[in-house]
């Protein structure tokens, strides 16, 4: 399995709390990126990463926003949590030899906002 | 982006049974995977065929890269594959286009 963790793996907050979550590789894949998971949706695009410091839009990207400063982190932040934004989160990572290959996930983290 | 559909969107089977599951995708692709998300969550890593043929044990898969579709093949289905079944896609972008699933129950 590729080394791939998230933490928290659960977190309970507060609407109107900026949240971070965080995930981290030991593969160096060069891209990164976040879905999200909800019933009826599959799996939507936040935002993703094709190297340090350069970080694109997906379909879902209102409300988030990401950083990576180095290759094996990348962040992803609520500024302000909402309700609608409970969810399931995902990282995944892609770029064994830095061209886009096989993606592998995370084990995702379960964010419930109150 | 690209426009993944999946079908059945849900299927249940006894255990022992065979079958097939489709992804149609609308665009040429370069990149196409299967995963499997058990009833944890965990999303595991099927088969990576953007082209062509794979097999794993009881499972095979089948890319025809030229008519934009993908099956999956399970054999001698078992409880434990129960879950949900995605595709996903990719062609000269940084992004993965997923489908919305085919959900499998097998009954002892």
């Known amino acids: 399995d590729a080394g791939i963790t998230q933490s928290p793996r659960h977190k309970v907050t507060e609407t109107g709390t900026p949240v971070t979550l965080r995930c981290h590789q030991t593969?160096?894949?060069?891209?990164m990126y976040w879905y999200r998971q909800d019933p009826g949706h599959g799996l939507r695009l936040i935002h993703y990463?094709?190297?340090?410091?350069?970080?694109d839009k997906g379909e879902v990207s209102d409300g988030y926003s990401v950083s990576r400063s180095k290759t094996e982190d990348f962040l992803l932040t609520l500024e302000s949590a909402t309700s609608s934004q409970t969810s399931v989160y995902f990282c995944a990572i892609s770029g064994a030899d830095w061209a886009l290959d096989e993606q592998y996930f995370g084990p995702g983290t379960r964010l419930t906002v109150t | 982006g690209i426009q993944v559909e999946q079908s059945p969107p849900d299927l249940i089977l006894q255990e022992g049974a065979n079958s097939t599951l489709r992804c149609n995708f609308s665009?040429?692709?370069?990149?196409l995977q299967w995963f499997h998300q058990n009833p944890w969550g965990q999303l595991i890593n099927l088969f990576y065929?953007?082209?062509g043929t794979k097999q794993n044990g009881r499972l095979s898969a089948t890319t025809v890269a030229t008519e934009r579709y993908s099956l999956l093949y399970i054999s001698s289905s078992q409880t434990t594959d129960s879950g949900v079944y995605f595709c996903a896609v990719s062609n000269t972008g940084n992004q993965f286009y997923f489908g919305t699933g085919t959900s499998l129950t097998v009954i002892p």
């Open positions: 665009d040429s692709v370069n990149n």
């Open positions: 593969e160096n894949h060069r891209y």
């Open positions: 990463s094709y190297g340090v410091k350069d970080t």
């Open positions: 065929i953007p082209s």
